[in-house]
């Protein structure tokens, strides 16, 4: 098999260079929407942010689960995984404007705002204050590229040298590096999402984050994966049993960030205490209230239905349909969760909540091209190599719902 390549084909590059110049040309776009109405160009800069950030994290997530269990599905994405991990640089990069733009951003970097809460006020000195936010979020970033990195970095050393201790190590650091993760990503969401309203507060919302970051960067690689396989060398390795799995994976995820957004929901819903149910009231009435419907149908019911179908699973012509599906309503949940920390219950949608993630994603898509070019699209030294293959093409019909 030393023969055979394994390197990324060629439409890969072409997609990096298509998507690379359409990311400049909608990033400049946005940035003239700085100069038009700064307060809207944060936000929707931060939607954008939460988004694309939400894959390179999840992917990390995702990437340790791996690791951890050692199963043939994240074989054939580990590449796209580690990939999707290295663009993580870019996101530390772009969230610069973030700290930049923390004074449109959040009421707790205003005094006045402060003052107006004795709540508050302790909230700040404790913990909302602008300098402890950059401090914390460098903590954030620094645990997601020390994992990125060793993990990264340990498995090309284990393509070019065969060495299989680094399976190992890199099974060993995916335990705590995972409880880091679930930390990490609590707090950052705290930090990032929740602390637009400083004064509400909710115990399960950074465990949606956690799911739901998982949950964007499993449909992105499944959509990666199955662009993939039209093309040599992994038209030759995936089978449709990896499919079926990464479609029972794209379940359970569903399934854990429905779990968490219901019970938020419904905890605060049915104790019905004024500085809980404000969140929600703006985001279930006119407009708004449409959209939190069309969450409940396309991003749980449908996804849930069509996934419960063994054949559907197998078939990425169809499974990547229900991963489109999903990565849409993972924006527009997200759209939902942000947007109205800043207009209420009046819905609007400014040209920049569109040309944001458009942008943002043209030059997150062409770093991860970049990236996912530059090594072989399966590793190719580690242990699981031949047993992975012989159980995706041999003993398909082991594969139960």
Known sequence: MMHVSYNAPAELKRLQQRALPVGVVLFAILVLGFFLDRGQ????????????TGISVGSLALLMLQHLTG??????????????????????LLFLPIIAGAHWLYPWTHAEEIAKSPALVEKARLYLNLQFFVVRAAIYFAVWLTLAFFLNRWSILQDRTGDRTFS???RVLSGPGFVLFVFTVTFASVDWFM????????TIYGF???????????????AALAMLTKY????TVVAPLHFHDLGKLLLALVMLWS??????????????LPEEIRWYLPRTKGAWGAIALAVVVLHFAFPFLFLLSRSLKRNPHKLVLVAGLILVMRLLDLFWMITPNFTGEHFHVSWMDIVAPLGMGGLWLAVFGWQLN???????NDPQFESVLEQGHSHEAHSVV
């Open 168 to 170: 190992k190590r890199m």
């Open 232 to 235: 040599d060398p992994l038209k």
């Open 41 to 52: 160009f944060f936000r929707s800069y931060l939607f954008a942010f939460s988004f694309w």
């Open 195 to 202: 602390s637009l309203d400083p004064e509400w507060f909710s």
């Open 71 to 92: 199963g043939g599905w994240g074989f054939v994405i580990r590449r796209v995984l580690e990939a999707a991990t290295r663009t993580l640089p870019l996101m530390l």
């Open 259 to 272: 779990y968490f957004a219901f019970s938020q929901f419904l905890i605060i819903w049915s104790g019905n």
């Open 208 to 222: 949606i984050f956690v799911a739901s970051w998982s949950l964007s960067a499993l449909a992105f690689v499944i």
């Open 374 to 380: 530059k090594r072989a699209l399966v590793p190719i």
